[in-house]
């Protein structure tokens, strides 16, 4: 089967291959609307008519057939007679209370706050700048803090996709001998929650900034890790908080430049004791054209963060390095994300 796979693929035109890529962001942009209208939602309980849907979700009749037929070409659900359409397995993921829900990612990627930067990747390619700050006049992190609607945006953006992420890392890494374990810039505290819930003896502490950690709680009621965890707040750029026996990050470090990434390593290098560890977890960039999901991952680095980039393993040893670590391994886990385990030189 495999084989046969193989040779359909080699034999696949490619200007059919390279087509399909060009109108890629036609795909994502069907999906960001049809998450922002609930469509998913609606049809959480069985098929239901385009006429219906349309009506509960306040768009017009024919706007929405249109959307859902071209859904329903490449597989996200599936049209019956009179104009009755249900999700598919994969359509599934689209609803927003599906345990491996994809809409808070999809929701994103059609956003404002990330389409309209994307749409100058010129500029960035040209400058090495970020075209978030070009196209929008403020560094993303500030933007988001004044404007509410995009920030809750981009945090269900990172909780959707955490909830996976978060138990492929928890799952690879063995967390024998961490007593507490520090998440610092958290976010809701799905990673924190999810290591806490399978190690019940374990205590966490979340560190955020205070509009983002105000989400946290109910991440934590709901696992039940209320009592061994607290929250904290603060600039991760000058103090952290001690006592913690690892400190964990995920989709941090890419988020910023050598040297900003030095300075928050070189906090958490403060903040450990003479035993403690560093685990990073984010994509580890393979040499040569090996396909992989990083590579991709660091273009929306370039374009949205204050130069950001994903990083090969040389690149994440040389930085920390600088910040008084070394490499204990890296550990793949059972997704696109590696845990970069590091020890105080």
Known sequence: MARRRRKQAARANPGTVLFQMVIGKWISQA???VVEFAIPDQLSKGPRRCSDLARQAGVSEDGLYRLLRALASVGVCAESAGRQFKLTRMGQLLRNDHPQ??????????????????????YSVKTSLP???????????????????????FDRAMTSISMTEARAAAAAYDFKGVGTLMGVAGGHGQLLA???????????????LPHVAAGAAATFARVGITGRVRIESGDFF?????????????????????????????????ALGERG????????????????YGKLLDLEMLVLTPRGRERTKSEFAELLRGAGFRISRIIATNGPLSIVEAAKA
């Not at 999810?194 to 955020?208: A, D, I, Q, S, W």
């Not at 908080?241 to 995920?250: F, N």
């Open 194 to 208: 999810t290591v806490l819930g399978r190690h019940k003896k374990m205590r966490g502490v979340l560190f955020e």
């Open 131 to 153: 075209a978030f700050d070009h196209v929008f006049g403020t560094p993303i992190f500030e933007y988001y803090s004044k404007t509410p609607e995009a920030a809750a945006i």
């Open 238 to 270: 000058k103090e952290l908080p001690a006592g913690a026996d690892a400190i964990i990050m995920k989709h941090i470090i890419h988020d910023w430049d050598d040297d900003s990434a030095t300075r928050i390593l070189q906090t958490c290098h403060r």
């Open 31 to 33: 999906l960001a609307t």
């Open 277 to 292: 560890k560093v685990l990073i977890v984010d994509p580890v960039v393979p040499t040569g054209n090996t396909p992989h």
């Open 101 to 122: 829900s994809l809409a808070g990612i999809a929701r994103f990627i059609g956003h404002d706050s990330t389409w309209r930067p994307w749409g100058a990747l010129d």
